[in-house]
């Protein structure tokens, strides 16, 4: 029976409205009600298929496909139909069709700003900057309203690093569409990357009054300083940080994705020098309760281990590359034993293996390597399909994905290791991996973790390279003349308290300077030269920043500094690992927390004891030893030369994590 012109109407509106709720599954129920009447109706074809492509179902999308063709056949002249398949096909990675579809839009009407937006984003995807910027410059053109395109500018020019651009493209995004959400939440994104705190929360604030969002109300509590002014700014931090998230555990916060509505970790939190185990515990409890389903159980968890020759062990990071994670475990992937284990490399990207050492290295050591799908959800059973004994988290905490994957039991054992070296308070991980020359006496109440402590470096670390040819002080821009101390740490470690160290060397030593490196985001190095300005601004021009290196120049300028500086509370990795290589002497300040003893670690199992204080004041004075004695520092360069072999491929440390690994699976087994 045929519908009356009114019941149609009413069935368009009420699929309208279902379909721009995101309700996709009750819209196409409608539009088929509408195609049953009008079987030939090219628009209610477009629809369905719309529909059906923005539920997300891959298993459907050549149904969608089919469905947007034929309202095309009907209407080939109708370019909304065109941009629509275009998008669709842009979803399913066929990009040349998306591509030839936008351009066939643009030829039937150069008037919809949609050709120009889908196409620029399109561009985006591809890696063609300039080209993206073009379609959204003509998207502008021809509807200078489109907020979306200003908001896609800025994020153009935030991913470059240039965000006083991005910013000028967000606010005048903002202007256009005050109400919407959009431009407010990225304003708040950069604000927060560039290290303005209060600005990136106050915009945070104001998305949240536009709608709810509990995935921001959580960013907003990650939302911490990079550069702090002094101690008292680090306590108010944290008292701030800690009655928001517990009033946040007494909200009913609900998620539906963390990796996405959040999109953030705890990072930096562990910059403080404070213990975090309480923080990261509770931050775990609140975002298990928002979002159940991280914690996701493998099916061969909740069975019986079924024995077999090898241990069956996956390696997780984000980072296999030339990284610090990279460095620390390419060695250890490479080295284990291949009777004893089956070893699975999961990666979160592709990696470039023709170009990049150490992806290569990794890749080629695992008996399968498995790109992991974008979302977390289906990560998880990605992972689980593989049936794995142990799984081992190099790092948790720098990466959104890798993060949340931890909440779940993907393997009968869990543990992490110190690429990022904080606690990830994380029910589901079962051991911290460590040293017993990184830990103190009570280190096992840093950590959510059952703590295991080697005896050895945590790390199989490889010979370093050292270039044959290296830049002089003059290549590097640097005084022939005076004593150079390098810090060669990333600044967001420059806890206030190095403000007192480095002040009080360069007064002792007038002719002394320290190199530093500026920090990945120019914003951040604009904080600590104003720190400096404030607190010590009579040797403040002493403090020499220069700007980022390449790996080979990063050991030129290592290897022309005299003396190295550790940050206090949390020690080099890798950098220290290459200074040591140079038989550089490094100044460490071994504090309460594994990760600012890192570097007294290395020390201790070289057998140095030398240049690690115990305080700040003694830091200094050995700083100041090693600059007035040099007969001193060259002795402690000859003993770092003479016992830095432990150091490096020590297989040893190789032993040590499979009998680690096999133990505790001997364990499980046994209590079956």
Same mark, same amino acid.
């Given at each position: 029976?045929?519908?009356?012109?009114?019941?149609?109407?009413?069935?368009?509106?009420?699929?309208?409205?279902?379909?721009?709720?995101?309700?996709?599954?009750?819209?196409?129920?409608?539009?088929?009600?509408?195609?049953?009447?009008?079987?030939?109706?090219?628009?209610?074809?477009?629809?369905?298929?719309?529909?059906?492509?923005?539920?997300?179902?891959?298993?459907?999308?050549?149904?969608?496909?089919?469905?947007?063709?034929?309202?095309?056949?009907?209407?080939?002249?109708?370019?909304?139909?065109?941009?629509?398949?275009?998008?669709?096909?842009?979803?399913?990675?066929?990009?040349?069709?998306?591509?030839?579809?936008?351009?066939?839009?643009?030829?039937?009407?150069?008037?919809? &700003?949609?050709?120009?937006?889908?196409?620029?984003?399109?561009?985006?995807?591809?890696?063609?900057?300039?080209?993206?910027?073009?379609?959204?410059?003509?998207?502008?053109?021809?509807?200078?309203?489109?907020?979306?395109?200003?908001?896609?500018?800025?994020?153009?020019?935030?991913?470059?690093?240039?965000?006083?651009?991005?910013?000028?493209?967000?606010?005048?995004?903002?202007?256009?569409?005050?109400?919407?959400?959009?431009?407010?939440?990225?304003?708040?994104?950069?604000?927060?990357?560039?290290?303005?705190?209060?600005?990136?929360?106050?915009?945070?604030?104001?998305?949240?009054?536009?709608?709810?969002?509990?995935?921001?109300?959580?960013?907003?509590?990650?939302?911490?300083?990079?550069?702090?002014?002094?101690?008292?700014?680090?306590?108010?931090?944290?008292?701030?940080?800690?009655?928001?998230?517990? &009033?946040?555990?007494?909200?009913?916060?609900?998620?539906?994705?963390?990796?996405?509505?959040?999109?953030?970790?705890?990072?930096?939190?562990?910059?403080?020098?404070?213990?975090?185990?309480?923080?990261?515990?509770?931050?775990?409890?609140?975002?298990?309760?928002?979002?159940?389903?991280?914690?996701?159980?493998?099916?061969?968890?909740?069975?019986?281990?079924?024995?077999?020759?090898?241990?069956?062990?996956?390696?997780?990071?984000?980072?296999?590359?030339?990284?610090?994670?990279?460095?620390?475990?390419?060695?250890?992937?490479? &080295?284990?034993?291949?009777?004893?284990?089956?070893?699975?490399?999961?990666?979160?990207?592709?990696?470039?293996?023709?170009?990049?050492?150490?992806?290569?290295?990794?890749?080629?050591?695992?008996?399968?390597?498995?790109?992991?799908?974008?979302?977390?959800?289906?990560?998880?059973?990605? !992972?689980?399909?593989?049936?794995?004994?142990?799984?081992?988290?190099?790092?948790?905490?720098?990466?959104?994905?890798?993060?949340?994957?931890?909440?779940?039991?993907?393997?009968?054992?869990?543990?992490?290791?110190?690429?990022?070296?904080?606690?990830?308070?994380?029910?589901?991980?079962?051991?911290?991996?460590?040293?017993?020359?990184?830990?103190?006496?009570?280190?096992?109440?840093?950590?959510?973790?059952?703590?295991?402590?080697?005896?050895?470096?945590?790390?199989?670390?490889?010979?370093?390279?050292?270039?044959?040819?290296?830049?002089?002080?003059?290549?590097?821009?640097?005084?022939?003349?005076?004593?150079?101390?390098?810090?060669?740490?990333?600044?967001?470690?420059?806890?206030?308290?190095?403000?007192?160290?480095?002040?009080? !060397?360069?007064?002792?030593?007038?002719?002394?300077?320290?190199?530093?490196?500026?920090?990945?985001?120019?914003?951040?190095?604009?904080?600590?030269?104003?720190?400096?300005?404030?607190?010590?601004?009579?040797?403040?021009?002493?403090?020499?920043?220069?700007?980022?290196?390449?790996?080979?120049?990063?050991?030129?300028?290592?290897?022309?500094?005299?003396?190295?500086?550790?940050?206090?509370?949390?020690?080099?990795?890798?950098?220290?690992?290459?200074?040591?290589?140079?038989?550089?002497?490094?100044?460490?300040?071994?504090?309460?927390?594994?990760?600012?003893?890192?570097?007294?670690?290395?020390?201790?199992?070289?057998?140095?004891?030398?240049?690690?204080?115990?305080?700040?004041?003694?830091?200094?004075?050995?700083?100041?030893?090693?600059?007035?004695?040099?007969?001193?520092?060259?002795?402690?360069?000859?003993?770092?030369?003479?016992?830095?072999?432990?150091?490096?491929?020590?297989?040893?440390? !190789?032993?040590?994590?499979?009998?680690?690994?096999?133990?505790?699976?001997?364990?499980?087994?046994?209590?079956?």
């Amino acid at each position: 029976m045929a519908l009356l012109s009114n019941q149609i109407s009413k069935l368009i509106l009420d699929a309208s409205v279902l379909h721009n709720s995101n309700s996709f599954g009750e819209a196409e129920k409608i539009y088929r009600v509408l195609l049953e009447n009008d079987p030939d109706n090219a628009h209610y074809l477009n629809l369905l298929g719309t529909s059906i492509a923005q539920a997300g179902d891959p298993i459907r999308s050549l149904e969608a496909v089919d469905l947007m063709k034929r309202s095309i056949k009907i209407l080939p002249d109708y370019a909304p139909y065109q941009i629509n398949l275009g998008v669709l096909l842009q979803d399913l990675g066929e990009f040349e069709r998306a591509k030839y579809q936008y351009e066939l839009a643009i030829l039937l009407d150069k008037k919809n &700003s949609n050709s120009y937006y889908n196409y620029g984003k399109l561009f985006k995807q591809l890696g063609l900057i300039e080209e993206a910027l073009s379609m959204y410059k003509q998207t502008l053109l021809v509807d200078p309203n489109r907020h979306d395109a200003l908001v896609n500018i800025g994020n153009i020019f935030h991913d470059m690093g240039d965000y006083q651009r991005a910013i000028k493209f967000f606010n005048l995004s903002f202007k256009i569409a005050p109400e919407s959400s959009l431009s407010i939440i990225n304003l708040a994104n950069t604000y927060r990357k560039i290290g303005k705190t209060r600005t990136a929360i106050s915009y945070y604030q104001k998305a949240l009054g536009i709608s709810r969002h509990d995935g921001l109300r959580i960013k907003m509590l990650l939302t911490v300083p990079i550069i702090y002014k002094d101690r008292e700014h680090i306590s108010a931090t944290r008292n701030y940080f800690l009655t928001n998230l517990n &009033s946040l555990l007494r909200a009913q916060l609900k998620l539906l994705d963390p990796s996405l509505e959040i999109a953030s970790t705890n990072f930096f939190l562990a910059y403080q020098g404070e213990s975090d185990c309480l923080i990261q515990k509770k931050i775990a409890d609140l975002l298990l309760k928002a979002c159940p389903k991280l914690n996701f159980i493998a099916p061969h968890c909740k069975s019986i281990i079924a024995r077999s020759k090898k241990i069956k062990i996956g390696f997780l990071s984000a980072y296999f590359r030339q990284h610090s994670v990279g460095k620390l475990m390419q060695g250890l992937i490479s &080295s284990i034993s291949q009777e004893k284990f089956e070893v699975i490399v999961f990666v979160t990207d592709e990696l470039d293996i023709e170009n990049d050492l150490i992806s290569r290295k990794i890749c080629d050591s695992a008996n399968k390597l498995v790109r992991l799908p974008d979302s977390t959800f289906e990560s998880q059973s990605t !992972i689980a399909s593989e049936s794995l004994d142990i799984l081992f988290y190099p790092d948790i905490g720098m990466d959104i994905r890798t993060y949340f994957l931890a909440f779940s039991r993907l393997a009968h054992i869990q543990c992490v290791t110190w690429g990022h070296p904080d606690t990830t308070g994380i029910p589901n991980i079962d051991f911290f991996i460590s040293s017993i020359f990184t830990e103190p006496a009570s280190g096992s109440e840093h950590y959510s973790e059952k703590l295991f402590k080697l005896n050895t470096l945590p790390t199989f670390y490889l010979p370093i390279q050292i270039p044959k040819k290296m830049k002089n002080r003059y290549e590097l821009g640097l005084s022939s003349s005076c004593l150079i101390y390098l810090c060669p740490q990333n600044i967001i470690k420059y806890h206030p308290d190095i403000d007192i160290i480095f002040a009080s !060397i360069l007064r002792n030593l007038p002719s002394a300077n320290i190199v530093v490196l500026g920090g990945i985001v120019n914003e951040w190095t604009s904080k600590l030269i104003k720190r400096w300005a404030e607190n010590i601004s009579d040797v403040a021009d002493r403090i020499i920043i220069v700007s980022r290196q390449s790996p080979q120049d990063f050991m030129s300028l290592q290897s022309a500094a005299d003396i190295v500086l550790d940050t206090p509370y949390f020690s080099g990795g890798n950098t220290s690992l290459e200074s040591f290589a140079l038989g550089k002497p490094i100044v460490t300040l071994q504090s309460n927390l594994m990760r600012g003893r890192v570097t007294a670690g290395m020390y201790k199992a070289m057998g140095i004891d030398d240049c690690i204080a115990h305080n700040i004041e003694q830091y200094i004075k050995i700083a100041i030893k090693l600059a007035d004695d040099k007969q001193f520092r060259d002795e402690i360069k000859e003993k770092i030369l003479k016992s830095k072999y432990i150091l490096f491929e020590n297989t040893e440390v !190789i032993k040590e994590f499979e009998k680690f690994f096999i133990s505790e699976f001997n364990k499980v087994i046994s209590t079956q």
